[in-house]
């Protein structure tokens, strides 16, 4: 039998929804353990997510109903896991982001929240995304080395031709074509990114005040920062790419709203971590700078791929910008994520970095 429960969901009376009706109707899979490691509530997200009934759940040790981090909360903690490999109690297997939150009031007793990053995986099924990247850049490599030479062919043949719309058209054609197999290259690098303590104030100042002067010119690029923030350990010119990137996708994100407007935000996370290998514990990663906007986001059909190279959402775009900073975001220990927040919602991109050590 399960244990007293203090912490218990009231009903509503008189028509309002109480707090076990508003628990229930959470979108998000949520579920309450109790001091014993034992689960107390869940709701019919996680009823969902993990192909179980709450009657099932309640009062089974958390461990039996899904498989967790071993270096999660314990003792009235909080820990926050990304790509969290998860197995639930019928076999299967789910990729998923997860937070562990303390009920300051109730020791012992917490909430735990988790969000399918990948969907059911079964074992050995499911292409690695490290694997597919490293495909990308052999295959960008590949490409790089076979079609610029004859380029270079057919530019030089091109200027033989003599002044003329056609050879004109043709050499700007292929200096087009040459710039971006120069952007695909940036992908063949796979030596180790250096990386330095480094206050990114300065840096996002310099990134924003080069946005204003150019693409940004007649946006609104507002700053909301914890001014407490301790240095992260990053790649300077790296970062600097990634962030002006993000800025110049927010500003065409909002070029046709109305009061469009872009938000540089950065806050320190505790208990934010990436897992990089399986099993390992997760690095902290509490350094967070979020670019937003109040456009219109990415089409729902391409948002989980939007870092995959040639995804993009717009017409005219190549689908290597963001490939290339979730890359360099990567290679620099972090992470990078994309997410529409908040109510009217906005386009949130968010890096996640390590702190420097002190």
């Not at 628990?23 to 969902?48: G, K, M």
Request: aromatic share 4%; charged share 20%; proline share 10%.
């Amino acid at each position: 039998m399960p244990p007293p429960d203090p912490v218990r969901l009231a009903v509503g009376g008189r028509g309002r929804p109480g707090l076990a009706e508003l628990f229930a109707a959470l979108p998000l899979a949520t579920v309450l353990v109790d001091p014993d490691d034992r689960v107390a509530h869940a709701n019919a997200a996680a009823e969902q997510l993990l192909n179980v009934s709450e009657r099932l759940m309640l009062g089974q040790a958390l461990a039996a109903v899904l498989t967790l981090p071993p270096d999660r909360a314990e003792g009235g903690g909080s820990v926050a896991v990304y790509d969290a490999d998860v197995r639930t109690p019928r076999g299967g297997r789910l990729r998923l982001d997860l937070t562990e939150t303390a009920l300051p009031d109730h020791p012992g007793w917490r909430v735990l929240t988790l969000r399918d990053v990948g969907g059911p995986r079964r074992l050995g099924q499911g292409a690695d995304r490290a694997g597919g990247g490293r495909a990308a850049y052999g295959a960008a490599a590949m490409l790089a080395h076979e079609i610029k030479n004859p380029l270079s062919g057919i530019r030089g043949a091109a200027q033989l031709m003599g002044p003329g719309e056609l050879p004109r058209l043709i050499t700007a054609e292929v200096d087009r074509v040459a710039a971006l197999i120069d952007r695909m290259q940036d992908f063949t690098d796979t030596r180790p990114l250096p990386c330095s303590p480094e206050n990114i104030y300065p840096l996002l100042a310099h990134a924003r005040g080069l946005a204003l002067a150019g693409f940004a010119r007649g946006f609104r690029v507002e700053e909301r920062y914890d001014p407490s923030l301790p240095p992260a350990m990053v790649n300077r010119d790296a970062l600097l790419q990634v962030v002006i990137n993000l800025l110049k996708n927010a500003c065409e994100a909002i070029r046709d709203v109305r009061d469009g407007d872009v938000t540089l935000v950065t806050a320190y996370r505790h208990g934010v971590g990436i897992r990089h290998a399986a099993g390992g514990p997760p690095s902290p990663l509490p350094i967070e700078i979020a670019v937003t906007d109040n456009g219109p986001g990415a089409p729902p059909d391409i948002a989980d791929q939007l870092f995959d190279p040639f995804v993009s959402g717009r017409p005219e775009g190549t689908g290597l910008g963001l490939a290339l900073a979730g890359k360099l975001v990567r290679d620099m220990g972090g992470l990078i994520q994309y997410a529409r927040e908040g109510a009217p919602p906005r386009t949130v991109f968010r890096l996640l970095l390590p702190r420097a050590a002190s």
